[in-house]
């Protein structure tokens, strides 16, 4: 046998409500579902639709109607209706017409971890991780059915994996064994036939007389009623195909040669067989493959290497870089709409997880690891080309709370608290890892951020005494004197601009100028959907963005804008926002801004959104000429902007980061000269207003 292994990785059109996109890793698979030509995969990352005809992808996730994200099993009802077991949330079903229904909660009797599900005629069957529950339905369309289920609890085990229809029976895998029943008789405990020798059934198959059960604990059978056990694979998935029989397991796709079982070319963790023309394998981590006797051939969704995000940063070009899962990072091109994942099998030796991620004005990646043994590296630098330079390891302690990039391209670099070890402050810079000061003081830095005039500020743990500081030197900080503040464990920090300092705590937002509260925005305020704010982020209309945890039973969480009028409007998972899924704890810098496009992303533990903001200037201005371009420290004297539209306009320059670094404002004739622009290296924007209020925006770069 000549077998031909070709890897597709293809791009997925992503569906989106109105102006929210969301983005997930679809290729850890749970089901296979086949219907008109396509295969419904059911996967931690939402449903992928693979058209087999056109080799292309399309995506359901909670933004399109989905209850969650994470699928178990998916099946078609004979209304046409489609049913999706998301784990954790309940049950979505999609009508022909596009229309969708969620049964959850007790009022169908449904608890949250719903595993499987089986339709036989006018029977629902739901395997949960509390037992079994069966709905009859009758003649009545489900969409228009709220009757409660009935609690099956005959079968062994609690934890329902899968429920087979053979020979007129049901058999009900569990994690105790298999109960074997006539579904006429379901409600009959008399009649129930249980076997158990083997716990944890993942699925049966019929093969002439014989049973065979998938386990975890291995493969065994049973045949003229005699039990076997015969091999300690982890086995998810046991199928008859071309008159073999085969198995998945978490070392890739076996088959049966009539004495025990043999490796295939599929080694990937496999979970689900669905046996067409070719055998489908569904695979964790490597999308499906479809085997053959010649060919294996994977088609894997485009998309980020995990659900679960840590911080995020724009570069440069407007792509996206983001730290998924504990040692991945994913790169999002806004050029090609790809998704590219890097050190996906720890080819960068790791220890620990990835703490922190920060772009610098060369569009060098920085970052950092929370290595709490203090072995290895503690900072790692890519640069654009995808080359790794640099595994630097820390005095003191390796533990990176977060990495910040000023607008001089001085990189700090917070280290947090460990026994024994210092706890530091550093500043790189222009980037250099040979140039550098180290701040002594305070210890247990959560955020950094940056103000108007170049000052640098940190906040704290409360581990450490909580509280905001301005670092002055080496070795000493001056506290913010607002006793509302200090002792609060810091969670986000940022500079609005107006030159108020926004601090975001477990008892809500407080907005500060001068040392003096202007107010507090906590979901008191109509419109504001959580308390704390894991992150905030300014854009160059004045916005103020709140990624808000959710608070349970009362705001269901996401991201509010707060305008410079505090007029507040919310993102949440109601109106498409992928998961308001955010570790209580967390501090990752999980909101970027893309200037250039309006985007702004929001990332979660399950996934990652962006939203179409609309906030990029309109270019009614005529024209402006920026010289020179780029502008050159060692060569020119000053930058020009030359406009017949500037008498009495103003211009504003911002990095691309968001964040202000010079206004010109009641422009006086028709140029504006910037001497000798103290600001690193990298690309800039500019933002004109006329008198009259037109507006254009552009870009211009320097060079030192």
């Known amino acids: 046998m000549i077998t031909m292994l070709t890897i597709l990785s293809l791009t997925s059109f992503t569906l989106h409500s109105g102006d929210i996109e969301s983005f997930l890793n679809s290729n850890h698979t749970y089901r296979l579902h086949q219907y008109d030509g396509r295969i419904y995969c059911a996967t ?31 099946i078609r009802d004979k209304w046409g209706n489609f049913w999706f077991i998301c784990h954790g949330k309940g049950i979505s079903i999609l009508s022909p017409n596009e229309s969708w229904k969620e049964l959850s909660g007790e009022w169908y009797g449904l608890p949250e ?16 991780d509390d037992g079994l529950r069966l709905w009859d339905i009758g003649d009545v369309n489900p969409m228009d059915k709220t009757e409660k289920m009935r609690t099956i609890s005959s079968h062994p085990g609690n934890f329902v994996n899968r429920i087979e229809y053979f020979r007129d029976s049901l058999w009900i895998c569990t994690n105790e064994g298999v109960g074997i029943v006539p579904l006429s008789h379901i409600g009959n405990a008399s009649v129930w036939n249980n ?71 599929i080694t990937q963790d496999s979970r689900y067989l669905l046996p067409l023309s070719g055998l489908w394998t569904g695979t964790w981590g490597s999308g499906i493959a479809e085997y053959t006797p010649d060919t294996v051939v994977y088609f894997m969704p485009d998309g980020p290497g995990e659900n679960k ?23 999002f091109d806004a050029v090609d709409e790809e998704w590219k994942v890097f050190n996906q099998n720890n080819e960068w030796n790791i220890v620990g997880v990835l703490s922190a991620l920060a772009v610098a004005g060369n569009g060098t990646v920085w970052m950092g690891t929370w290595n709490s043994t203090n072995e290895g590296p503690g ?104 006793p509302d503040i200090q002792g609060e464990e810091i969670y986000s920090l940022a500079f609005d601009v107006d030159g108020r300092l926004w601090i ?95 985007w702004l992303w929001i990332a979660t533990d399950e996934g990652i959104s962006r939203y179409k903001t609309g906030l990029v200037f309109p270019r009614t201005i005529s024209s402006i000429q920026v010289f020179p371009n780029p502008y050159l420290v060692h060569e020119h004297p000053d930058i020009t902007f030359l406009s017949g539209d500037l008498t009495g306009g103003s211009i504003s320059i911002y990095s691309l980061s968001g964040q202000l670094v010079k206004v010109f404002s009641d422009i006086s004739g028709n140029a504006v000269r910037w001497y000798k622009p103290d600001v690193a290296s990298g690309v800039y924007l500019y933002i004109a207003v006329s008198k009259d209020g037109d507006k254009k925006v552009g870009k211009f770069s320097v060079i030192q």
């Open 44 to 74: 931690s990352g939402g449903v992928a639709i693979f058209d087999t005809s056109t080799g292309s992808f399309d995506r359901i996730s909670t933004g399109d109607g989905l209850v969650g994200n994470d699928v178990r099993d998916i």
């Open 113 to 128: 971890g719903v595993l499987c599900i089986n339709i036989l005629s006018d029977t629902v069957l739901i395997g949960t």
């Open 195 to 265: 076997i158990t020798e083997i716990d944890s059934v993942n699925a049966v198959e019929l093969s002439g007389d014989t049973l065979w059960m998938a386990s975890s604990e291995g493969i065994a059978y049973i045949t003229g009623g005699d039990y076997h056990y015969l091999a300690s694979f982890d086995s998810k998935d046991v199928s008859l195909w071309n008159e073999r029989l085969w198995l998945a397991t978490s070392g890739g796709l076996k088959v049966w040669n009539g004495s025990g079982f043999t490796s295939t070319p």
């Open 309 to 331: 995000f840590g911080d995020i940063a724009i570069d440069g070009e407007g792509s996206l870089w983001c730290i998924t899962g504990s040692k991945m990072v994913s790169k």
């Open 379 to 482: 900072l790692i630098r890519l640069h654009q080309d995808g080359t790794l330079d640099t595994l630097i390891r820390l005095q003191g302690n390796n533990v990176i709370s977060d990495i910040a990039v000023d607008d001089h391209n001085d990189v700090w670099v917070s280290t947090w608290l460990l026994a024994g070890e210092s706890s530091l402050l550093y500043r790189f810079r222009d980037g250099s890892i040979n140039s550098y000061d180290i701040f002594s003081f305070p210890p247990g830095i959560n955020r950094i951020t940056f103000d108007g005039e170049g000052n640098t500020w940190v906040g704290r743990t409360y581990l450490a005494g909580g509280g905001v500081y301005r670092i002055i030197d080496e070795s000493w900080a001056e506290e913010l004197a607002c």
């Open 504 to 598: 975001g705590t477990d008892r809500g937002t407080y907005i500060i100028r001068d040392a003096q509260i202007e107010r507090i925005l906590t979901h008191s305020d109509a419109g504001v959907v959580g308390d704390k704010a894991h992150d905030i982020l300014t854009d160059i209309y004045g916005n103020v963005w709140l990624l808000l945890g959710s608070i349970f039973g009362i705001t269901e969480g996401g991201v509010t804008r707060v305008t410079r009028e505090f007029h507040f409007t919310s993102i949440t998972p109601s109106c498409g926002l992928v998961s308001n899924a955010i570790a209580s704890v967390d501090k990752s810098d999980r909101l970027a801004y893309d200037l250039t496009r309006g």
